[in-house]
Nanobody
Framework: QVQLVESGGGLVQPGGSLRLSCAAS????????MGWYRQAPGKQRELVALMISGGRTNYADSAKGRFTISRDNAKNTAYLQMNSLKPEDTTVYYCYARIGNFDYWGRGTQVTVSS
């Protein structure tokens, strides 16, 4: 069984930075993709950033130039460095991983951008 555990969320002022972490544990095979989605109340879950095996990345337009995804393959951990945060970035962020033929999700971590 695979578990994804996020950390690093919290309250930050506009223009500030946060670094989210997502550690995968359990019966981990090949991690084909790992990344972050977010979901605001009443809205669909949307992609923030994704790293596919081989290092290719995909970012939402709203994240480009501000957010950077990275992975430590030895630790089965993904990171999302978020800079220049805006109030509209406030929501719950979910870690996602495609391992083998299965999709896994973390429980989410709250990010609040407010003065």
């Amino acid at each position: 069984q695979v578990q994804l555990v996020e950390s690093g969320g919290g309250l930050v002022q506009p223009g500030g930075s946060l670094r989210l972490s997502c550690a995968a544990s359990g019966s981990i095979g090949a991690i084909n993709a790992m990344g972050w989605y977010r979901q605001a109340p009443g809205k669909q879950r949307e992609l923030v950033a994704l790293m596919i095996s081989g290092g290719r990345t995909n970012y939402a337009d709203s994240a480009k130039g501000r957010f950077t995804i990275s992975r430590d393959n030895a630790k089965n951990t993904a990171y999302l460095q978020m800079n220049s945060l805006k109030p509209e970035d406030t929501t719950v962020y979910y870690c996602y991983a495609r391992i083998g033929n299965f999709d896994y999700w973390g429980r989410g971590t709250q990010v609040t951008v407010s003065s």
